[in-house]
C-alpha cells in the first residue's frame, strides 16, 4: 500500500489533490511507495547508496563512488606531479587511512561514552566550529580534525561512536586525561594500553571485511598519529606539586612512561603499521592550569621545573624513536616539536595572530587556569573571541592554534617536523592501490558525471581538485522540480503538499517526500569532507535564474520517456506535458557552450564598462554620456561594447600559442616561431 492515494493499496493517483479525497499516513519512512508509482524517501536513501557504493551483485559494472574517481582530471591552477603504481584505471588509490591515538588534544568524543568526568561534551566547547559540543576539548576543531582535511579524508569519528562499522578512513581511540601510564586517571580514561586493544578489535574487523591482502594493505599504507605523555605528569602535580622533585625518580617515570609508549608502537609495527606521527609535550609549565597551581604572579613568567619535565621527556622520545627506525625495517616517523612552537607564539604572539598567550578564554581564578570552563556549579568567564587566545581552557589550545600546528605537522620543514618527514609525505610514501570493486545501476535513468579540466591526471588525493560536476537526466525518479516551470497537468507536478513534507518542509517539485535519489548522491559525495567534490543539491535546469553550472544541473521531468511520444504535449494548445529525453539533451548542449564560453568569468553576457543594455552602448570612458563600470573587470569576458578584458586576451593568447589543432591549426605559433628557425619575421594579422 502506498502512503499517500485513494482506493485499493491507495493505488490511484489522488495525492495532495483538492478536488478528491485521499488518505495519507502518518509515518512515510514505514512505507516502500509515497504514492502510487514512487518511492519513499527512505527508499531513496538505500537505493542511492547502492548506487552509490554498491558491490558488482546489485550495481555494476561501476558504482558510482568509483566514477567519481576514475580518470578526475585536476581542474586546477596548481598542479603536482607525484610518481604513482596506480597504473590502472580500474585500481582507484583510495584515501591513506588515519588512526590516532592519544589524549585531549586529539580526542574527538570518545570520553562521551564511557562513565567520566574527563568531558568536554558541553557548552562553550566546540562552539566556535560545530556550533554544539562534540567531545573535543577545545572551542572547535583539533589537530587530527586539520590533518583529515588535509589528507582529504572525513573527519575521524570517535571509536566508541555508536553503529560505527565502517574504518576504512581509520578511527580515533585517544580520550580525554588518557596516559601512555594505566594508572593515569585510572577508571575515568581510556589508557594507551585499553586504546591498542581497541585498535586490534577494529584490525580484526578490517581482515574480516576486506580480506587478508586489502587490510594488509590498508594497515601498511595508514599513518598511526600520537598525542600522548602531557597527562602522566600534569595528573601527579595536580595532586602534589612536588612530585618530581628527586631527579633519579624524574628519569625512572619518564623511562616507564617512553617504554609504555613504545610497546604500543611496536604491538602496531606487528599490525603491519610503517608511518606513525608524533607531537611531544609543550612546555606545560606555561599552561594556565600549572601557573594557577603554583600561583605564578609575575605576568608571562611560567613554572621552569613543570617545563624541564617536559624537555626531559622531550629528550628522552626524540631519542627511543630514532633507535626505532634503526631497529624495524620500513619504520618511518614524523615528529613535531610541539615545544618550540608553543614558545614561539608566546613570546611574539602578534606574528601569529594572538593578543593573549598568559590567560585562558574559559576559566577562573588566575589566568583562567582553574578548570570551571562550562560549569554549571562554579562560576566562570569566557572570552569574547578565542581567536585572541592561545589557550581555549588552563590545558588546551584553541582552534587557532590547532590549525597552526596542524599546518606545520602536515608541511612543516626539518627544523619543526621531521628528522626526516613530515605528514604530507608520509600520507604520499608507500601509498599502493587498493582495488576496488567497480559497478553501476539502472538502465532507465541517465546519470552522467561531467569534467571539465585539463589532461593531468590526479591520481592523489591530495592535488587540488574542483568538484566533478553531476549531470542528471531521465524522468520522476530524478525529477527536482523542472515540471514546476512548464504547461502541464496537476498529475505531472508535484508542487504542492504533501511531497516534500518529510525534508523540505514544502513542496519542491520531487515526486515523494523529501529527497530524491540524485539528492542523496549529492550528500554523499559532500560528506567525503573533500575526498571527491563538495556538491550542493543539483538545481533543476529551469530554475529561474540559473546560470552557475559549475556543479552540474537536473534536466529530468515528471512523466518523461526515452520516447517523444511519452506524455507528448498538444502543440496546438501550447501544452507541454514532459521534457523528453531528446529535449533534455538538447538542454544538456546549451550548458554544454555556455560552460566551455564561461571558462573561469562571472559574466559573459554584459561588458564591463558601458552603458544601456548589456552596457552594450559605446560610452566608457565618456565625458558627456553616463555609463557603468564594473568593479573586476577580471570577472568579465567583455571589457566595452566590442572589445575583450586583458584576461580574456590572456586566455586567447595562450591558445594562439600552443593550442591544439582543433583551436589553433594547422600550427600554433609556438610551432611556428621554432620550426625553421631562420632570420625572418612572423607577421599577425587579425581579422
Known amino acids: 500500500m502506498a502512503c499517500c492515494g485513494s482506493g485499493p493499496y491507495r493505488g490511484i493517483h489522488s495525492c495532495g489533490s483538492v478536488m478528491k479525497e485521499y488518505e495519507l499516513c502518518e509515518n512515510p519512512s514505514d512505507f516502500l511507495y509515497f504514492d502510487s508509482f514512487h518511492p519513499t524517501e527512505k527508499v531513496n536513501e538505500q537505493i542511492a547508496k547502492l548506487f552509490w557504493s554498491g558491490n558488482s551483485d546489485i550495481t555494476g559494472p561501476y558504482n558510482l563512488k568509483s566514477l567519481f574517481e576514475l580518470d578526475n582530471k585536476c581542474r586546477s591552477t596548481s598542479l603536482i606531479s607525484i610518481a604513482s603504481s596506480c597504473r590502472d584505471h580500474w585500481l582507484l588509490e583510495k584515501p591513506v587511512a588515519l588512526f590516532l591515538f592519544g589524549d585531549s588534544i586529539f580526542d574527538a568524543g570518545n570520553n562521551n561514552y564511557i562513565k567520566t568526568t574527563h568531558r568536554a561534551n558541553f557548552w562553550p566547547y566546540g562552539e566556535t566550529f560545530f556550533g554544539t559540543p562534540t567531545g573535543r576539548a577545545t572551542n572547535g576543531r583539533t589537530i587530527p580534525d586539520f590533518i583529515s582535511e588535509y589528507a582529504k579524508l572525513p573527519l575521524i569519528p570517535p571509536f566508541l561512536k555508536p553503529n560505527l562499522n565502517n574504518y576504512d578512513y581509520g578511527a580515533n581511540f585517544a580520550s580525554i586525561g588518557a596516559g601512555a601510564l594505566v594508572e593515569t586517571y585510572q577508571g ?51 595532586k602534589n606539586s612536588s612530585f618530581f622533585e628527586l631527579q633519579s625518580f624524574q628519569k625512572e617515570y619518564g623511562g616507564m612512561v617512553i617504554g609504555n609508549l613504545t610497546n604500543v608502537i611496536q604491538e602496531i609495527y606487528k599490525q603491519g603499521g610503517r608511518k606513525f606521527g ?13 601557573k594557577a597551581l603554583k600561583q605564578i604572579k609575575t605576568n608571562g613568567s611560567c613554572v621552569e621545573e613543570f617545563t624541564e619535565l617536559a624537555k626531559q621527556h622531550n629528550r628522552g622520545l626524540s631519542e627511543t624513536l630514532q633507535k626505532l627506525e634503526s631497529q624495524l625495517t620500513g619504520f618511518k616517523y614524523a615528529l613535531h616539536d610541539f615545544f618550540p612552537s608553543f614558545n614561539e607564539r608566546s613570546e611574539e604572539p602578534s606574528k601569529y595572530g594572538f593578543k593573549e598567550v598568559n590567560m585562558a578564554c574559559c576559566g577562573s581564578g588566575p589566568y583562567r587556569g582553574i578548570h570551571s570552563c562550562g560549569s554549571v556549579t562554579k562560576e566562570y568567564e569566557l572570552c569574547e573571541n578565542p581567536n585572541d587566545f592561545l589557550y581555549f581552557d588552563g590545558f588546551h589550545p584553541t582552534e587557532k592554534v590547532n590549525e597552526q600546528i596542524a599546518k606545520l605537522f602536515w608541511s612543516g620543514n626539518s627544523d619543526i617536523t621531521g628528522p626526516n618527514y613530515n605528514l604530507k609525505y608520509l600520507f604520499q610514501v608507500d601509498n599502493k592501490c587498493r582495488s576496488t570493486s567497480l559497478a553501476i545501476f539502472g538502465l532507465y535513468v541517465l546519470c552522467a558525471i561531467f569534467l571539465v579540466g585539463t589532461t593531468s591526471s590526479c591520481r592523489h588525493h591530495w592535488l587540488l581538485e574542483k568538484p566533478v560536476a553531476l549531470f542528471v537526466f531521465g524522468d520522476s525518479i530524478f525529477d527536482v522540480g523542472n515540471n514546476n516551470y512548464i504547461r502541464t497537468t496537476r498529475a505531472l507536478q508535484a508542487n504542492y503538499w504533501s511531497h516534500g513534507e518529510s525534508f523540505f518542509d514544502n513542496p519542491t517539485g520531487r515526486r515523494t517526500n523529501g529527497r530524491t535519489i540524485p539528492d542523496f548522491i549529492s ?5 567525503q569532507d573533500g575526498e571527491y567534490a563538495k556538491l550542493p543539491l543539483i538545481p533543476p535546469y529551469l530554475q529561474p535564474n540559473l546560470i552557475n553550472y559549475d556543479y552540474g544541473v537536473n534536466f529530468a521531468s515528471v512523466g518523461a520517456g526515452s520516447l517523444v511520444e511519452t506524455h507528448q504535449g498538444l502543440l496546438n494548445e501550447i501544452v507541454q506535458y514532459v521534457i523528453d529525453l531528446e529535449t533534455q539533451l538538447s538542454n544538456f548542449k546549451n550548458i554544454k557552450m555556455n560552460l566551455r564560453r564561461k571558462v573561469g568569468f562571472k559574466e559573459v553576457n554584459m561588458a564591463c564598462c558601458g552603458s544601456g543594455k548589456y552596457r552594450g552602448i559605446p560610452s566608457c570612458g565618456s565625458v558627456t554620456k553616463e555609463y557603468e563600470l564594473c568593479d573586476n573587470p577580471s570577472d568579465f569576458l567583455y571589457f566595452d561594447f566590442s572589445h575583450f578584458t586583458e584576461k580574456t586576451y590572456e586566455q586567447i593568447a595562450k591558445l594562439f600559442w600552443s593550442g591544439n589543432s582543433d583551436i589553433t591549426g594547422p600550427y600554433n605559433l609556438k610551432s611556428l616561431f621554432e620550426r625553421d628557425i631562420k632570420c625572418n619575421s612572423i607577421t599577425l594579422v587579425s581579422n
Do not use: W
Not at 608524533?278 to 599552561?287: A, D, R
Not at 550528500?523 to 560528506?527: A, G, Q, Y
Open 523 to 527: 550528500e554523499f559525495v559532500r560528506i
Open 278 to 290: 608524533f607531537v611531544n609535550m609543550t612546555p606545560i609549565g606555561c599552561l594556565p592550569s600549572m
Open 188 to 238: 575515568f580514561v581510556i589508557d594507551l594500553k585499553t586504546q591498542l586493544k581497541n585498535f586490534k578489535t577494529v584490525e580484526k574487523q578490517l581482515r574480516h571485511k576486506l580480506g587478508s591482502d586489502e587490510a594488509t594493505t590498508l594497515l601498511s599504507t595508514a599513518v598511526y598519529l600520537f598525542s600522548v605523555g602531557g597527562n602522566d605528569y600534569i595528573g601527579p602535580l595536580l
